[in-house]
């Protein structure tokens, strides 16, 4: 409970949270269920004020409430159904990020890289959802692609994000904010000047996903 509302806290202080939207939900081993626990947020309640009060606790599966007396939200079960496809994955960040909502808003269709931390920590594209599909509601299209994926991109929603651990997701939630923020400065500057920008080649993009863990979490020697 602590850790969760450490993240809570630092993705408030980053700006990050509007209002009760958004989410944070951790997997924590238990013996009594074989996926795990969950440990997320109640209905109507910011990260940015929650306290350890607002902490609810449940199953993988169903959605079983194990701690805690009121409910979680509908986009609950887009979280655990990724974690029940993605054993790897043990935290799972849900923003309604204003700059990447902008951005697609604004026709772009994809992310463009342009430097080398998104793709040393993401490791894997992200994959676009178009609006007319919302995964929180029906969870269904999920098994068709959260397997190739770490960032599932909403098109006038937002973006959720996916991490071995906490501090990972974090990161990479932070990464893609910063490469929406750069495209988005990437663009505007370029037109000022009459140029297009600079940006990674898919080679280029791969190559990193596939060093990400060597470069990102070198082992320490002993």
């Not at 894997?124 to 994926?149: C, M, N, Q, R, W």
Request: include cysteine.
């Amino acid at each position: 409970g602590e850790q969760y509302l450490k993240y809570a806290g630092m993705l408030s202080a980053r700006g990050y949270v509007a209002s009760s939207t958004g989410n944070l939900v951790l997997r924590v081993p238990h013996p009594a269920y074989a996926d795990g626990v969950c440990y997320v947020k109640c209905m109507g309640t910011s990260l940015e004020e929650m306290s350890m009060d607002d902490v609810i606790i449940t199953d993988v599966l169903h959605g079983r409430i194990l701690y805690g007396d009121r409910g979680t939200t509908v986009g609950h079960q887009m979280n655990r159904e990724i974690l029940r496809l993605r054993p790897d994955i043990n935290a799972v960040i849900h923003l309604h990020h204003d700059e990447t909502i902008a951005f697609f808003a604004a026709g772009f269709e994809e992310l463009k890289i342009t430097g080398l931390t998104f793709p040393y920590l993401m490791q894997s594209y992200p994959h676009y959802l178009p609006a007319h599909i919302d995964v929180e509601s029906d969870v269904g299209p999920i098994k068709t692609f959260i397997a190739g994926t770490n960032c599932v991109i909403m098109k006038r929603h937002g973006f959720t994000v996916l991490g071995r651990n906490v501090s990972e997701c974090y990161g990479r939630t932070n990464v893609l904010a910063g490469e929406i923020k750069r495209n988005i400065l990437a663009e505007q500057l370029a037109a000022m000047h009459g140029r297009k920008p600079e940006y990674l080649s898919r080679a280029e993009i791969e190559t990193m996903f596939e060093h990400g863990d060597a470069v990102m979490y070198p082992k320490t020697k002993t």
